[in-house]
C-alpha cells in the first residue's frame, strides 16, 4: 500500500525534495564550519549555538527585535531579489536603503504637520521614489554605457553612507539630544509606526515587507513586466530577439529594486529608530544579498530566509555576551552560506548534464 | 588665500610625491586584477582579499618582527584566498559576480574576526616598524624630483617593478599570449590544446596574491598597524583601475597614479580647507570620480571578450 503510493509520486516532487534538501544543508555545512572554528577559539560551540538560538527566538522580546529586524532585512532582500532576476547585480541596496531612511527623517522632521494617515503613505511613496532614483543612476550607467553595475552601486553605498553622516552631524545635528554618535531629533509622532507586540520593538514594518514580497512575487511570477525581467536576465539576446527592450527592463528592474530597498530605510526610521544617525544600517544591505540568494530569488522564499538571517543577528548579539564568540562569525557564516549556494547549483548543473 | 595655499611648491610636490605613495597599493591590486581579467575571469573579490592580506602582512610582521615575513603571509594568503574564487569560477563555472561578493564578504569577515580574537583584548593597539622611506642618496637630495620619486619606500619601487614584469609576461612571453587568447577565446584556445582551466586557475591566483600584497602596502609602509577600515574601498577601485587602465599595466599604472592623486588632494584639501567644506564631500569624491571614470572607460570593444562569461567545455 504504502509503496504503491510512493510509486505514484510524480518526479517532480523528487526534485522538490531534493531541491529542499540541498537548501538545507547550504544552511547546515556554514554553521558547521562556524563550529570548527569556534572550537578554534577554544569556545563550545553547541553551548555558543544554543546562546544564538535563545537570544533570537527564546524570549518575547528577543523574538521581537528578531522581527524588527526581519523588516529591513526582507525589504533589501526583496529589493536585491528584483534586480538580481534580470542579472543586474545590484549591491547597492545599504546606500538605497539609507536614501529612503534620510528621506522619511526629512519628512518627519521638517515637513508640515500631517495626520499618519497621510504622512505615512507619503513616506513610503517618497522613500520609494528617492531609492528608485538611486537605482535609476547605475542602471542607466549600466544599460547605456556598460558601466558595471557592481562597482557603481557599491560607490553609492560609500556615498549615502557620507551623506547621512554629513546630515546628522551637521544640518540635521539634534541639540538636545546627546550620544557616542550624532544623530537628529526625533521625528513626529503622526509618523512613528505603530508596535504590534506591546513591550517588544516588533513594530508593524514587517508586515509591510511581508505585503510587499508578496506583492512582488505576482509582480516577478504572475506578471508580463516580470516575465520581461526574467527573460533578461536569463538571456539579454534571446529577449531582445523576442521584441523585448532590453536597456529599459534592465534600468526598470533597478529601479524597482532600489525603491523597495528604500522603503526598508523608510520602515527603520518611522518604525525602530524614529531619528536618523550614523551606522543606522550595520549592513542590512549586504546581508540582503544572501538572504536573497538563499531564498532562490523568490521573494516567498525571502520571507522564511529573512526571518531566519534577522535572528541570526539578533542571536550573535547575545552569543558575542555569553559565550564570547566575536559578532563578525555571522559574517563569514554568511559568505558560506552564499558559496555553498554556488556550489550546490554547479552540483546541480553537474547532475543535470550527467544525466 | 586659500588659493595661494594651495599653489605653492611644497603643497604640489607633497601631492604628487602622496599620489604615488597612495596610487601604490591600488596599482598592485589592479595589476593582479588585470590578470584574472585577461584570462577572462572577474574577480569582485579583491576588496576582501585586500583586507585579509593587510591583516595577514601586519600578522606576519607583528609576531616575527621581520616585514618582509608579513609580505610574504600576505602574498600567500592571497593566494589562498583566491584559490576559492578560482575554484567556484573555473571548477564549478559559477556565477562570477556573485562568487566574487561572496569572496569580499568571506574575508572581509574572516579579518575582522581574526583581527578580535588576536588583538582585540589588547589595551593598546598594537603597532609594528615597518617600511620606511628609503632616501636614496644623492638621488633624494635632487630639488623637486628627488622627493617626487627617490624618497618613497622600498614597497614603491617594488609596485613599479611588478609593473615592468607583468607588461613583458602578458605582452612579450607565451604565457602571456596563452593567458590573453584563454581571456578572449576560450575555445578556440582549448582546440589550440592551451588547458584553459589551468590558465584561469593560474591567473586569479596570481590576482589574489597582488591583491594579498597591494592589501599589505597599507598596514606595512602605510599605517604600520591594522584596522577594519583600512582598505574601506580601494579594493573596488583597484578594479575600477583595471578598466580605466584599458586592461594594460602602463595603462593600470597611470590610472593608479590618477586615483593616487585624487585621493592626495583630498587629503591635502581636509587639511588647507579645515571646516569651510564638510570634509565628508571631500571624502565622496574618489568614490564619485570612481563612478565617473568606470562610465567614460566601459567601452566594450577593448575588454578580454570573454570576461565573465564562464567556459563549460562542449558547451557554445
Not at chain 1, 529577449?239 to 524597482?256: D, E
Not at chain 2, 586569479?204 to 583600512?230: D, P, Q, R, W
Not at chain 2, 584599458?246 to 588647507?272: C, D, H, M, N
Request: with cysteine; hydrophobic share 55%.
Amino acid at each position: 500500500m504504502r509503496q504503491e503510493h510512493e510509486m505514484k509520486l510524480p518526479k517532480i516532487s523528487n526534485e522538490l525534495r531534493f531541491n529542499v534538501l540541498v537548501t538545507i544543508m547550504t544552511i547546515l555545512v556554514p554553521f558547521l564550519i562556524g563550529a570548527i572554528i569556534m572550537l578554534f577559539i577554544s569556545v563550545n560551540p553547541i553551548a555558543a549555538y544554543r546562546s544564538l538560538f535563545y537570544g533570537a527566538f527564546g524570549t518575547l522580546s528577543g523574538f521581537g527585535e528578531t522581527m524588527a529586524k526581519a523588516s529591513p532585512l526582507l525589504l533589501t532582500s526583496v529589493g536585491v531579489a528584483i534586480a538580481f532576476r534580470c542579472s543586474s547585480w545590484n549591491i547597492g541596496a545599504e546606500g538605497q536603503l539609507l536614501i529612503g531612511a534620510i528621506v522619511t527623517t526629512w519628512l518627519g522632521l521638517f515637513f508640515i504637520p500631517l495626520p499618519p494617515i497621510i504622512i505615512i503613505p507619503l513616506a513610503l511613496v517618497l522613500s520609494f521614489v528617492a531609492g528608485g532614483l538611486f537605482g535609476f543612476i547605475p542602471g542607466l550607467l549600466k544599460a547605456q554605457f556598460n558601466a558595471n553595475e557592481i562597482i557603481t552601486t557599491m560607490m553609492l553605498n560609500y556615498v549615502a553612507v557620507l551623506i547621512v553622516s554629513y546630515l546628522v552631524s551637521g544640518p540635521w545635528v539634534s541639540e538636545t539630544k546627546m550620544g557616542i554618535t550624532p544623530m537628529t531629533d526625533t521625528i513626529t509622532p503622526s509618523l512613528q509606526l505603530p508596535v504590534i507586540i506591546p513591550g517588544t520593538r516588533f513594530h508593524i514594518g514587517v508586515l509591510l515587507g511581508i505585503v510587499l514580497a508578496v506583492f512582488c512575487y505576482f509582480l516577478l511570477f504572475k506578471s508580463t513586466l516580470g516575465y520581461k525581467i526574467r527573460a533578461v536576465g536569463l538571456n539579454p539576446r534571446a529577449a531582445s530577439f523576442g521584441g523585448i527592450n532590453v536597456k529599459m527592463v534592465m534600468v526598470l528592474s533597478m529601479v524597482l529594486s532600489g525603491g523597495i530597498a528604500a522603503i526598508g530605510g523608510m520602515a527603520e526610521v518611522a518604525g525602530l529608530h524614529h531619528q536618523l544617525m550614523d551606522g543606522i544600517s550595520p549592513g542590512y544591505g549586504y546581508t540582503a544579498i544572501v538572504v536573497a540568494l538563499l531564498g532562490r530569488l523568490n521573494p516567498l522564499g525571502i520571507i522564511v530566509s529573512s526571518i531566519m538571517f534577522a535572528g541570526l543577528i539578533v542571536g550573535a548579539d547575545t552569543m558575542q555576551q555569553q559565550a564570547g564568540v566575536p559578532i563578525s562569525i555571522i559574517n563569514i557564516i554568511q559568505a558560506l552560506v552564499i558559496i555553498f549556494v554556488l556550489t550546490s547549483e554547479g552540483f546541480m548543473r553537474w547532475r543535470k548534464r550527467r544525466a | 588665500m586659500i588659493w595661494s595655499e594651495i599653489l605653492n611648491q611644497v603643497f604640489i610636490i607633497s601631492i604628487i610625491a602622496g599620489a604615488i605613495r597612495i596610487g601604490t597599493p591600488l596599482i598592485m591590486g589592479a595589476i593582479g586584477e588585470t590578470f584574472v581579467e585577461r584570462s577572462g575571469v572577474m574577480n569582485l573579490g579583491i576588496e576582501g582579499l585586500m583586507l585579509i592580506g593587510a591583516l595577514s602582512g601586519f600578522a606576519g610582521a607583528y609576531a616575527t618582527g621581520n616585514v618582509w615575513i608579513g609580505v610574504l603571509a600576505a602574498i600567500i594568503i592571497g593566494g589562498l584566498g583566491a584559490l576559492l574564487m578560482a575554484f567556484l569560477s573555473v571548477t564549478l563555472t559559477a556565477q562570477q559576480a556573485i562568487a566574487g561578493i561572496a569572496i569580499w564578504m568571506l574575508f572581509d569577515g574572516m579579518a575582522v574576526f581574526a583581527n578580535k580574537v588576536s588583538y582585540g583584548r589588547m589595551v593598546q593597539l598594537p603597532t609594528i616598524t615597518g617600511f620606511s622611506p628609503l632616501n636614496i642618496p644623492y638621488l633624494s637630495q635632487l630639488p623637486i624630483i628627488g622627493q617626487i620619486l627617490f624618497s618613497h619606500n622600498i614597497m614603491v619601487y617594488v609596485g613599479i617593478l611588478i609593473v615592468v614584469f607583468s607588461n613583458i609576461i602578458l605582452f612579450k612571453t607565451a604565457i602571456g599570449l596563452k593567458i590573453r587568447s584563454v581571456g578572449e577565446n576560450p575555445l578556440a584556445a582549448d582546440s589550440l590544446g592551451i588547458n584553459v582551466s589551468q590558465i584561469r586557475f593560474l591567473c586569479v591566483v596570481i590576482g589574489g596574491m597582488l591583491a594579498g600584497l597591494g592589501g599589505a602596502y597599507i598596514t606595512l609602509s602605510e599605517l604600520h598597524l591594522f584596522s577594519n577600515y583600512v582598505i574601506s574601498g580601494r579594493g573596488w577601485i583597484a578594479f575600477t583601475i583595471v578598466y580605466f587602465g584599458r586592461w594594460k599595466p602602463y595603462g593600470v599604472l597611470i590610472a593608479g597614479l590618477f586615483f593616487g592623486f585624487v585621493e592626495a588632494l583630498q587629503l591635502r584639501l581636509q587639511s588647507v580647507l579645515g571646516t569651510a567644506v564638510p570634509y565628508q564631500l571631500l571624502l565622496m569624491l574618489p568614490y564619485v570620480l570612481t563612478i565617473l571614470v568606470l562610465t567614460l572607460s566601459s567601452g566594450k570593444q577593448v575588454a578580454p571578450e570573454a570576461l565573465a562569461r564562464p567556459y563549460r567545455r562542449g558547451e557554445k
